[in-house]
Every structure is written in C-alpha cells, then in structure tokens.
C-alpha cells in the first residue's frame, strides 16, 4: 500500500533493494536526515533506489559521517514505469533547472537537453548537468516518488530528431497552432519543447515528417520552461 507523502521525507540510497535489510545513509543524505531534520534514532523514515522501490526503515544508529538504518519492509515495488522523455531546447540555466524540478514530478523519465538552431545558449557545463541531476532527486524525493529520471548530456537537434523517430508517440509544443488536445496512447512519449525563439522552419519539417504532433497548450505565448510542465501535465493526464 502507497505511504502517505504528507509530512513524510523521502530519502535516496542507490544501493537499496528489494531484500535489503539494512541501509546506510551517507553524505548530503545523511546530513539532511541528522543535522538539517534532526531526526532522532527510532523514528520511521522512508527510502528508495530511484528504481521502483520505496523501503519504510527505522533509524538504528545516527554518527557523524552515516545513518544507519533497518529496513522493515517494502512500502512500494513499481514496475518500471511508461518511458516519458522531454527533450528540451538549451535555456537560462535557471529556467532550465526550473523545468526539470516541475517535469521529474509530474512524471518524465528522461530529460535530453539539446541545442537548437534558435538557441542562445551553446552549451552547459559537466558541472551544470551533475547540478541538474541534483535538482531531479530532490524533485523525486519531494514528490514522494520511486523512480528518478535520467538527465542526458547536451546533445544535437539531430540525435533528438533520430530518437523521436524512435519512439511511438512524438508531442512537440507549438504556440503558433497546433492542436489543443491529444489523447495519448499508453506507450513510450516524447515531449519536444523548442528555445524561447522556437524551431526553425527546416526543424518544425523535419519533426512533422518524423510523425510528430503539434500541440498547443495555451492562447498565449509561454516561456520554453513553463510550455514543457504544460505539457508533460497535458501528455501525462489523458
């Protein structure tokens, strides 16, 4: 049964699994638990690998550097969930953070940060991905959910274009028309979501011949990081 999130944390250890029966918490982790929440030895916390399992554990033993935790059981064992991707266009390094945190908890499981022919920004950093994937475990926890999405290097508009040939279902955000509501069937989706100055002719092409899907979530224009929460809710509720 589904452990209720409110005023529940949810903590990360990558090495849990579905027969663990001791777990322990290190580094940012542990210190959020024992110096930031304080939370004492006996108190029932809640854990998960990012793959599917939430454990319910009990705090045995709390030192400077780890805590030490009993795994009593398995609250949630998820199979691995529908394949959700959103490929977005190179943003402001705030907006961009900004789309992740509110995209990891509607449900993607995958973010391609990729450059566009419009984009103003020309790359991040390796420090700027690895601060990313800090901002998707702190929205899974937040969220109180079991699976954590990966978050790609920066790639090409190509590679992005090769894999949404790929993939079943294609919704690309188009403020300019585009179709107000799709039904989505339940298979693997990506979401494409251009800069602020959006696609180029030759990409809006390249992706209609590809079988995407125009799609319009609003009358007016959004910014690039507001249009992919938009509609990864939109793909994700239908």
Same mark, same amino acid.
């Given at each position: 049964?589904?452990?209720d999130?409110a005023?529940?944390f949810l903590f ?6 579905r027969?663990s029966g ?6 940012d982790?542990?210190?959020h638990?024992?110096?930031?929440? #304080?939370?004492?030895t006996g108190?029932?916390?809640? &854990?998960?690998n990012?793959?599917? *399992?939430? !454990? /319910?554990?009990v ?5 400077s ?10 609250e949630?064992?998820n199979?691995d969930?529908?394949a959700?991707t959103?490929?977005?266009?190179l943003?402001k390094k705030e907006a961009?953070a900004?789309a992740v ?5 509607l449900?993607?499981?995958?973010c391609i940060?990729f450059e ?12 700027f991905?690895?601060?990313l994937r ?10 109180f #959910?079991?699976w954590?999405?990966?978050i790609?290097? &920066?790639t090409c508009?190509?590679? *992005?274009l !090769? /894999?949404a ?7 690309v955000g ?6 107000p509501?799709?039904a989505?069937?339940d298979e693997?989706?990506?979401i494409?979501v251009?800069p602020?100055?959006?696609f ?5 092409g390249?992706?209609?011949?590809a ?6 979530v ?5 910014r690039?990081?507001?249009?992919a929460a ?9």
């Amino acid at each position: 049964m589904r452990a209720d999130p409110a005023h529940r944390f949810l903590f990360y250890a990558r090495g849990l699994d579905r027969s663990s029966g001791r777990i322990v918490l290190t580094g940012d982790e542990h210190h959020h638990l024992s110096r930031v929440l #304080r939370t004492p030895t006996g108190a029932t916390v809640y &854990v998960t690998n990012g793959r599917g *399992v939430i !454990a /319910r554990c009990v705090i045995s033993d709390s030192a400077s550097r780890e805590t030490t935790l009993a795994v009593e059981g398995v609250e949630e064992d998820n199979p691995d969930p529908r394949a959700v991707t959103l490929a977005l266009a190179l943003l402001k390094k705030e907006a961009f953070a900004r789309a992740v945190d509110q995209c990891t908890e509607l449900g993607i499981t995958r973010c391609i940060p990729f450059e566009s022919e419009k984009s103003h920004i020309k790359g991040y950093s390796p420090v700027f991905i690895e601060r990313l994937r800090r901002v998707a475990l702190s929205a899974m926890k937040q969220s109180f #959910r079991s699976w954590l999405p990966d978050i790609d290097s &920066v790639t090409c508009f190509d590679d *992005v274009l !090769a /894999r949404a040939k790929e993939t079943a279902v294609v919704l690309v955000g188009d403020s300019a028309g585009g179709t107000p509501r799709v039904a989505v069937r339940d298979e693997p989706l990506m979401i494409v979501v251009g800069p602020e100055g959006g696609f180029t002719d030759r990409e809006h092409g390249a992706l209609a011949a590809a079988g995407a899907i125009s799609v319009s979530v609003s009358p007016f224009r959004l910014r690039s990081e507001t249009a992919a929460a938009s509609l990864t809710a939109l793909a994700l509720s239908t």
